[in-house]
């Protein structure tokens, strides 16, 4: 049995933008305030939950307060022209029509669909896409469960923010957990299913079930790991301690141990305070009990952890619960990016002087990392070579396996927020991978994976299938 830990237990009570007007914590702001946050809320998603007003928020601190940046709408989000225009048709009552239209102009200017996700990384069973899945990677393959397209409350840098608003209509989202067994049985290159969203855990457990179970079966003895991206252990640590189905959830957990796979949470905490209350810290203790870990991944956000204070605080509280830091990501080039981008060479100065902070058990966490179309691309330090301050980047993750762990530099900018601002160093005209990159978009280049006459079995010593 799942080991009970003593905390009170709270119904879910979500807010969203129609509600604005009810949460209490928001009367001490002024009309004309609350009408700012009306009009970002009708182009950026927004959705909270009353554990996040009531024991999150610093209300005395606001507008400042992190997790009221993280988490409300603010009138810098949008630029001034656009913020004016959507205040004016709230003022005159517009029809809802043409505040939609005027909602979806500024969102289409947000650069929706960065980083080649929607041509680019779609699988094919049977030559068939299937729309709910990425395969970018080789070894791992991320799954959006059709039932776990929300979160529990909404992140404002949110880079998943198009489906939110209705621009994508779910097109990530799959409905049946066979074609992901079906997939990974042709594909024994896999070895790690990364559930993600939305968020996975708001789905109930016995739906998450349905998706976890058929990866247990011995058939998919390749498969190591299998990973939930969520932010549910900082929004709504409940869900793992008091929600109804929190001990089934355990349960479910300790099967997959027991099946001989690896259950991680790769949970999302942007602050140390989402990890200072009783029921965080309970969350993150049972999830260990059922044989899971717990790895911590967030990006480096402008009025939000943009110092390295913060950083070092939350790499040492999650060290504290035996939680694993993981991650620092640069925030990606969509939304409302420009209020809260940090450029890149600020953001090597604050994870390295976090990193100075903590011992080795912290020094797990590698960024920062940007998710770029070609892979994910840390930048590992600023270094002069004969001359020239550069960049030295590095390939964590590459669409072409053979790109891992290859260094590669950039001409220093001390302005560049992400690599399409970054040139190659030493007068070279493009990277060199960008050839390789544009075939792919030009001739729909699917990676070989999963062909079996170019691999060779093997087992190994702890008895998982792999293929080489
Ligand atoms: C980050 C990411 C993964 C997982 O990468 P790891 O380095 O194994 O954590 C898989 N697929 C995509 C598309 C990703 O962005």
């Not at 349960?251 to 989402?274: I, K, Q, T």
Request: with cysteine.
């Amino acid at each position: 049995m799942p080991k009970k830990i003593a905390v009170a237990s709270r119904p879910f009570r979500v807010y969203t933008r129609r509600d604005l007007d009810r949460i209490p914590q928001l009367q001490r702001f002024g009309n004309d305030e609350l009408l700012a946050m009306k009009a970002v809320a009708h182009v950026l998603p927004f959705r909270v939950n009353d554990y996040v007003c009531d024991e999150l928020i610093d209300w005395d601190h606001v507008p400042a307060d992190p997790i009221f940046q993280l988490t409300f709408p603010q009138p810098g989000m949008l630029a001034p022209t656009d913020i004016d225009r959507m205040i004016d048709l709230l003022r005159q009552d517009a029809p809802d029509a043409e505040l939609q239209a005027e909602a979806r102009r500024i969102q289409l200017s947000l650069n929706p669909h960065p980083a080649g996700q929607v041509e680019l990384n779609v699988p094919q069973l049977d030559g068939e896409p299937l729309p709910g899945m990425q395969h970018k990677y080789r070894e791992t393959v991320l799954f959006f469960p059709s039932s776990g397209q929300t979160c529990h409350t909404y992140c404002t840098y949110c880079f998943r923010w198009p489906q939110f608003v209705g621009l994508d209509e779910l097109k990530f989202a799959a409905r049946e957990a066979d074609s992901l067994a079906a997939y990974l049985q042709q594909h024994p290159e896999v070895n790690s299913v990364l559930f993600t969203g939305g968020d996975p855990m708001v789905m109930k457990t016995r739906v998450l079930r349905r998706y976890i179970e058929p990866l247990l079966r011995r058939e998919l003895d390749h498969i190591v790991s299998i990973r939930i991206g969520t932010k549910a252990p900082a929004y709504w640590p409940q869900r793992f301690v008091t929600d109804d189905d929190a001990d089934d959830l355990m349960a479910l957990f300790e099967e997959v141990h027991a099946a001989g796979r690896h259950l991680a949470l790769m949970a999302h905490y942007s602050h140390p305070r989402e990890l200072s209350t009783a029921v965080a810290q309970a969350a993150v203790e049972r999830l260990q009990n059922a044989g899971a870990t717990v790895r911590c991944q967030a990006p480096l956000i402008r009025h939000v952890n943009d110092d390295a204070q913060t950083w070092s605080d939350l790499w040492k509280s999650q060290i504290v619960l035996g939680a694993v830091p993981y991650y620092m990501f640069v925030e990606r080039d969509t939304g409302p990016r420009h209020y809260f981008e940090v450029p890149l060479a600020r953001a090597f100065d604050i994870f390295t002087e976090a990193y100075r902070r903590v011992s080795g058990l912290g020094r797990t966490v590698r960024g920062p990392s940007m998710s770029a179309t070609p892979g994910k691309v840390l930048v590992d330090g600023i270094a002069e070579i004969r001359g020239e301050k550069v960049f030295v980047l590095k390939f964590l993750q590459a669409r072409d396996q053979n790109w891992v762990n290859r260094v590669f530099f950039a001409r220093y900018d001390e302005q560049a927020t992400w690599i399409d601002q970054l040139r190659p160093a030493f007068g070279e005209q493009e990277w060199w991978f960008e050839s390789m990159i544009r075939a792919m978009q030009q001739q729909g280049w699917q990676p070989p994976w999963g062909d079996r006459s170019q691999v060779r079995k093997r087992v190994t010593h702890f008895g998982h299938v792999e293929w080489e």
